[in-house]
């Protein structure tokens, strides 16, 4: 069983940057592979980024490579996403789930979180 808790969003102007936490409860975290996704409003929850247990394997997303960087400290139990020159069309709740392989369909992951809002104003 593991809970994940999303944290770090907020309100930032166009071209700024802000790092999303996702923090895990469970002894088993450092055995799963996390996902980040979001959702905009009348959008389906669409893939961003991802990472393996290890943190040796990393996929994007076309729409943010190159801007945003997953990262995990399995010490702290916790996963970051720091997103840099963000865009008004980053707006969205993000969520970040729990996967056993580093994957970009949604329906693979067993846990997820509650979901932090970012917007992104122009």
């Known amino acids: 069983q593991v809970q994940l808790v999303e944290s770090g969003g907020g309100l930032v102007q166009a071209g700024g940057s802000l790092r999303l936490s996702c923090a895990a409860s469970?002894?088993?975290?450092?055995?799963?592979?996390i996902g980040w996704f979001r959702q905009a409003p009348g959008k389906e929850r669409e893939f961003v980024a991802a990472i393996s247990w290890s943190g040796g394997s990393t996929h994007y997303a076309d729409s943010v490579k190159g801007r945003f960087t997953i990262s995990r400290d399995n010490a702290k139990n916790t996963v970051y996403l720091q997103m840099n020159t963000l865009k008004p069309e980053d707006t969205a709740v993000y969520y970040c789930g729990a996967a056993g392989l580093v994957v970009i369909t949604r329906s693979l992951y067993d846990y997820w979180g509650q979901g932090t809002q970012v917007t992104v104003s122009s």
């Open positions: 469970g002894r088993t975290f450092s055995r799963y592979a």
